[in-house]
C-alpha cells in the first residue's frame, strides 16, 4: 500500500486549491514463490497477544493454487514430553488455494484447538488488497479492505508461548514472525517452509489486543508512527529493509533469493478544482495504480472510492467527484 500526498487535501466549493506535497519513497517486499521474511525469535508475557490485530496489504500474483498462501504468521514454541519440539500458531492470516482469505490460530493449553475464519469470497489477483485478523475474547474476525467478512465465536486463547507449568515456574517460550509462508522449523533452520506467497506484501503490523473496526479502518491508510504502546512490530519496507519499525526492532531477514524489498518513488503535487463537481489532477508515475477516495469529514474514516482504480501514464491524471454536496470535502490519493 502506498499512500500519497502525506497531507489529507481540503477544498471548499467555488475555490481553486493547489497543494505541494513531498514525495515519498515506499518499499514493498516481493515473492516469486519460495522466499519468506523471518523474524529473530521472541517471547511474549502472560497475555501478551492473547487478544491481536494482525494486517497486512497484499498484492498476489494469482489467488488460486494447489496450496494456501500464508501472508503473516507468528508461530510460538509448545513444550511437550519430549521438550519443545512442537509449534503452535499464535495468528496466521492467508488465501486459500481456493483464493479466499482466511485468519487462524491455535489454542493454548493441553488440546490443540484450532480456529479459524475464512472468507466465502475469493479475492481478485494483480490488485492490492487490506486484510486484517482480529481476536478479542469469544470472537476471530476476519476484515477485508475495512470491512468485517467472516467471523468465528471461539472462547479458546490463542498460544502466545506463555506456559504455566504444575508443578513447578512459568516459562516463556519464544516465537517467531514469518512473512510470505508457513515456518514449520523457525528456530533451527528456516528450511522447513511451505504455503508461500507468490506477489507483493506491504505494511504488516502486529498488535497487542484487539483494534476497533474504526482503527482498522484508520490503519488502512495512515501509517502507524512506531511508537504506540500496542504495536509490537510493523514492517513497512520503506527504508529499503525488513526493519521493524515497531519499538521492539525486531528487524526480519530475507530467506531465500525469490523475495526482495523494492523501493517505488511517488509524485511531488496534487491540486483540486472545484466548480459543480470536484476535479482532483495528480501526477502519476508510469504503471502505478492509483484511487482517489473522498471523507464526508473529521474523524478520517469512512473512506469511499470516488471512482475505480486508474493506470497512472507518467502523466498528470484528474479524477471527479460527481457525488460532492457537502461544503466540504477531504479527499486522499494512494497509489499501489
Not at 21 to 32: C, E, F
Not at 38 to 64: D, Q
Not at 134 to 141: C, G, Q, T, V
Not at 179 to 192: L, W, Y
Request: hydrophobic share 40%.
Amino acid at each position: 500500500m502506498k499512500t500519497i500526498p502525506r497531507a489529507v487535501l481540503v477544498g471548499m466549493v467555488g475555490s481553486c486549491l493547489c497543494v505541494a506535497v513531498s514525495g515519498a519513497t515506499n518499499g514493498v517486499w516481493t515473492s516469486t514463490g519460495t522466499g519468506a521474511v523471518v523474524t529473530p525469535p521472541w517471547t511474549c508475557g502472560e497475555t501478551m497477544l492473547r487478544e491481536f490485530t494482525v494486517s497486512a496489504w497484499i498484492k498476489p500474483s494469482a489467488v488460486t493454487g494447489a496450496t494456501d498462501q500464508v501472508v503473516v504468521e507468528r508461530v510460538a514454541a509448545m513444550l511437550t514430553e519430549s521438550g519443545v519440539d512442537a509449534w503452535r500458531a499464535n495468528f496466521r492470516i492467508g488465501v486459500n488455494l481456493s483464493g479466499c482469505p482466511f485468519v487462524f490460530y491455535e489454542g493454548a493449553g493441553a488440546e490443540p484447538w484450532q480456529i479459524q475464519a475464512t472468507s466465502t469470497n475469493r479475492i481478485a489477483a494483480d490488485q492490492w488488497t487490506h486484510l486484517a485478523g482480529r481476536y478479542e475474547w469469544l470472537e476471530l474476525s476476519l476484515y477485508c479492505n475495512g470491512v468485517r467478512i467472516a467471523r468465528c465465536p471461539s472462547s479458546v486463547w490463542p498460544h502466545n508461548g506463555w506456559l504455566g507449568v504444575s508443578p513447578g515456574p512459568t516459562l516463556s517460550l519464544p516465537g517467531v514472525v514469518t512473512i510470505g509462508a508457513r515456518n514449520h522449523d523457525p528456530i533451527e533452520s528456516n528450511t522447513n517452509m511451505d504455503s508461500f506467497f507468490t506477489g507483493a506484501i506491504d505494511e504488516v503490523t502486529v498488535w497487542d489486543g484487539a483494534l476497533s473496526p474504526t482503527d482498522i479502518q484508520t490503519y488502512m491508510y495512515a501509517k502507524p508512527t512506531g511508537t504506540e504502546t500496542n504495536l509490537v512490530g510493523y514492517w513497512s519496507f520503506d527504508n529499503g529493509t525488513a526493519g521493524d519499525g515497531s519499538s521492539n526492532t525486531n528487524h526480519g531477514t530475507l530467506v531465500n533469493s525469490t523475495g526482495s524489498v523494492q523501493n517505488i518513488t511517488f509524485p511531488t503535487t496534487a491540486r483540486i478544482n472545484l466548480t459543480t463537481d470536484v476535479a482532483v489532477s495528480f501526477q502519476t508515475v508510469q504503471d502505478a495504480n492509483y484511487q482517489v477516495l473522498a471523507s464526508a469529514g473529521r474523524p478520517f474514516t469512512n473512506w469511499v472510492p470516488m471512482a475505480d482504480s486508474v493506470t497512472g501514464n507518467g502523466l498528470e491524471m484528474t479524477v471527479v467527484d460527481t457525488n460532492a454536496t457537502q461544503n466540504g470535502r477531504f479527499y486522499r490519493i494512494v497509489a499501489h
